[in-house]
C-alpha cells in the first residue's frame, strides 16, 4: 500500500533533485532499479524496526512517504537530557543505502554536535556512512552522542568548550535545556 | 527434439543389449569382454549381489555405457554431475576435469570408492523430494554454522535456525537474501549488484569493515555460497529471479512436462495438476530441479527417450514382438493409461528393479549410506542407459 506511493514520490524525488538526477544517468541500470531498490529496504527496515526496535527510540514513515520518516529518542537515563524526548526528522536519498539518510533535530537539544538548526554532526551519517549502515544503528548511535558528545568534532564550538572545561555547568544548562524544550 | 533422433540414430544397433533387459538378468553369452571384471570395484560388486544383479549382465550395461556415442555420455555427465549434491570445492575440481576428458567418464561412473567423500549426506530416501530438501537443508546449514557465525544448532532438529540463517545469508546492503553473493576479500558476502552500485558510490572499501576491495575479486560470485542459498531459500532466490528478469523460466516449464509424465513415484496428485503451473507450483517444481537432479533428470533423460520411442513404434507396430516384459504389463497399464505400449513395459519394470533393489538394501543396510546411494545411483544411470540403448536399436 505504501510501496506505490513510495514509488512515485522517488520519482518525483529524481526529477526534483539535479544531484540525484546526473547519478542516475551517469549509470544507466542504477537508474531503473535504485528507487525500488530503496523503497525495498527502507520498507524491509521499517518492518524491522517494528519487530525489533531498539530501546529508547522509535521511528517509522511520517505520512505515506516512505522516505520521509520521523524518529524519536528518549534521554537516556544518566546523563542531563534524561526524560526529554527528542524528534527527529529523518530523510532517506532516493538512492537511499548508498547515500546516508538526513537527519534533523526538530526539537531543541544543548549539545555541541547538535546545531540550532537541527543539523548533527556524525561522522556515520556524512564521510563514514556504510550502506551495511541501518536507521537502526543510526539511531543507536544518536543515542551514543547523548551519553557521549564529541567535543572535537563540535557543531557548536560554544558548548563543546564548555563541555571540555566544566562539564558540571554543561550537564546542567543540557539539564535546563531539556526541561524547556524536551518534556 | 532434432537431437533427439539423432541419438537415436547414434545408437548401437546390437540385438544383445536388447536381449538383455532390465527386471530379468538373461543370460547372455559373453562378447569376449567376460573376463574383465575388475571393472567393478568390489563395493560395487557386493551391493549389486545384495541386489541379485547379475554381474555379467551389468558388465554388459556397462559395456553399452562404454558404446554410448557422443550425445548421450554428455547426457550421462549432466546427471551425474548433479548426483554430487553440495558443489563443494573438490567435487567442483572433478567436474572440470570430468569435462575435459568425457573418455574418462564410464570408469568415474563406476569407481565408487573415489567419489566417495563427495556424496556425503545423501541419504536412502529418494521417494519424496521433501525429504531430500530437509537432508541439504541440513547439511548447508551446517556448513554455513561451523563457517559464519559460530552458532550451532543440532542437525536433526527441524530447521530451528532458519532465522538465524536468514540473517546470516541476507546481504547487508539491500537486507535481502544474497543474491548472486560476491564474497570481499576480508571475507564480507554481499549481492554482487550491491556491492558493485557500493563500490561505485562509497568507493572501493567493504561495507562491513570498510577494508579495501579489490576490483576483480569483488565482481565474482561466490558459488559455494549462492548454491547454499539457493538451495535453503529457493523461494526467494525464484522471487528475485522473476524479479530481475523474466528470460529463463521458459525452459524450466518445458521440461516439465516430461519429467512429471514418467516419474512413477511422485504423486499422482501433483502430475494432475501439471497444466498450467500456478507461481508456487513452478518455485516448487524449480526447488526440486534444484534438489532432486539426481533423481529427476534420469528420469526425464528416460522419459524423454522412451516417449520419443513411443512415437516411432506406433509407426510400425509389428516390431512390438520384441516384447519381453509381457507379464508385466496389466500391472502396466493399470498404472498409467497413456501408453499402452512395451516401451512403457520396460519402464515400469526398471523401475520395479530399481524399486526392489533400493528394498533390498534399505533393509540391509541402512548406515552405510554414502557409498550405497552413490552405488544405486550409478546402477540407476547404467539401467536407465541400457534400456534406452535396448529401445532406441529395437526399432532401427
Not at chain 1, 151 to 175: R, S, T
Request: glycine share 4%; net charge positive.
Amino acid at each position: 500500500m505504501a510501496k506505490p506511493a513510495a514509488g512515485s514520490l522517488a520519482g518525483m524525488l529524481t526529477m526534483t533533485k539535479p544531484s540525484a538526477g546526473s547519478l542516475a544517468s551517469r549509470s544507466t541500470w542504477v537508474s531503473t532499479t535504485s528507487v525500488s531498490s530503496s523503497g525495498k529496504r527502507i520498507q524491509r527496515e521499517m518492518v524491522e524496526l517494528n519487530l525489533d526496535p531498539p530501546p529508547g527510540c522509535c521511528a517509522g514513515p511520517k505520512g505515506d512517504n516512505l522516505y520521509n520518516w520521523v524518529a524519536t529518542i528518549i534521554g537516556p537515563p544518566g546523563t542531563p537530557y534524561q526524560g526529554g524526548i527528542y524528534f527527529l526528522d529523518i530523510t532517506f536519498p532516493c538512492d537511499y543505502p548508498f547515500q546516508p539518510p538526513k537527519v534533523v533535530f526538530k526539537t531543541r537539544i544543548y549539545h555541541c554536535n547538535v546545531d540550532s538548526a537541527g543539523n548533527v554532526s556524525l561522522e556515520i551519517l556524512k564521510d563514514s556512512w556504510s550502506p551495511a549502515l541501518t536507521i537502526t544503528k543510526v539511531l543507536q548511535a544518536l543515542q551514543s552522542i547523548f551519553t557521549k558528545p564529541d567535543p572535537y568534532n563540535p557543531l557548536v564550538p560554544g558548548i563543546a568548550h564548555l563541555y571540555l572545561q566544566d562539564e558540571a555547568k554543561h550537564a546542567e544548562l543540557a539539564a535546563e535545556w531539556t526541561l524547556r524544550f524536551a518534556k | 527434439m532434432a537431437r533427439r533422433e539423432e541419438e537415436t540414430k547414434q545408437s548401437p544397433r546390437d540385438p544383445k543389449v536388447r536381449a538383455r533387459e532390465s527386471s530379468e538378468p538373461v543370460k547372455v553369452v559373453s562378447n569376449g569382454t567376460s573376463g574383465d571384471s575388475s571393472m567393478f570395484s568390489p563395493r560395487f560388486k557386493s551391493v549389486a549381489a545384495m541386489a541379485g544383479w547379475d554381474e555379467e549382465s551389468l558388465l554388459i550395461a556397462s559395456l553399452v555405457v562404454d558404446d554410448t556415442p557422443e550425445r548421450q555420455v554428455k547426457y550421462k555427465k549432466r546427471s551425474d554431475l548433479h548426483f554430487k549434491t553440495p558443489p563443494t570445492n573438490s567435487s567442483r575440481r572433478k567436474r572440470r576435469a570430468q569435462r575435459r576428458s568425457p573418455i574418462s567418464m564410464p570408469v568415474s561412473v563406476l569407481n565408487l570408492d573415489d567419489d566417495e567423500e563427495t556424496k556425503k549426506d545423501e541419504s536412502g530416501k529418494e521417494k519424496e523430494e521433501p525429504q531430500i530438501i530437509v537432508n541439504k537443508e541440513k547439511e548447508t546449514r551446517d556448513d554455513k554454522m561451523a563457517e559464519s557465525s559460530g552458532v550451532s544448532c543440532p542437525p536433526s532438529s527441524n530447521l530451528p535456525c532458519l532465522d538465524k540463517l536468514r540473517d546470516e545469508l541476507s546481504c547487508a546492503i539491500c537486507l535481502e537474501i544474497c543474491f548472486e553473493p560476491s564474497t570481499t576479500l576480508c571475507g564480507h558476502s554481499f549481492c554482487k549488484k550491491c556491492l558493485r552500485s557500493a563500490a561505485d558510490k562509497c568507493g572501493k572499501r567493504c561495507p562491513k569493515c570498510r577494508q579495501l576491495m579489490s576490483h576483480s575479486r569483488s565482481c565474482t560470485v561466490n558459488t559455494v555460497l549462492w548454491n547454499t542459498i539457493q538451495l535453503l531459500f529457493p523461494q526467494e532466490v525464484e522471487a528475485r529471479k522473476a524479479a530481475g528478469a523474466l528470460n529463463s523460466s521458459g525452459e524450466a516449464v518445458r521440461q516439465i512436462p516430461e519429467k512429471a509424465f514418467y516419474n512413477t513415484r511422485s504423486v499422482q496428485s501433483r502430475r494432475a495438476s501439471s497444466g498450467v503451473p500456478s507461481n508456487r507450483e513452478m518455485t516448487m517444481r524449480r526447488r526440486r530441479v534444484i534438489l532432486s537432479q539426481d533423481e529427476e533428470d534420469d528420469d526425464a533423460a528416460l522419459a524423454i527417450r522412451l516417449v520419443q520411442n513411443t512415437e516411432a513404434e506406433h509407426q510400425n507396430p509389428e516390431q512390438g514382438a520384441y516384447n519381453n516384459h509381457r507379464s508385466i504389463r496389466p500391472l502396466r497399464t493399470s498404472s498409467s493409461r497413456r501408453i499402452p505400449s512395451q516401451d512403457g513395459d520396460a519402464a515400469l519394470a526398471l523401475r520395479l528393479q530399481r524399486e526392489e533393489f533400493m528394498e533390498v538394501f534399505r533393509v540391509d543396510h541402512g548406515q552405510s549410506g554414502s557409498s550405497l546411494s552413490l552405488a544405486r545411483a550409478n546402477l540407476r544411470a547404467m539401467t536407465s542407459r541400457a534400456a534406452s540403448h535396448r529401445a532406441t536399436t529395437r526399432h532401427l
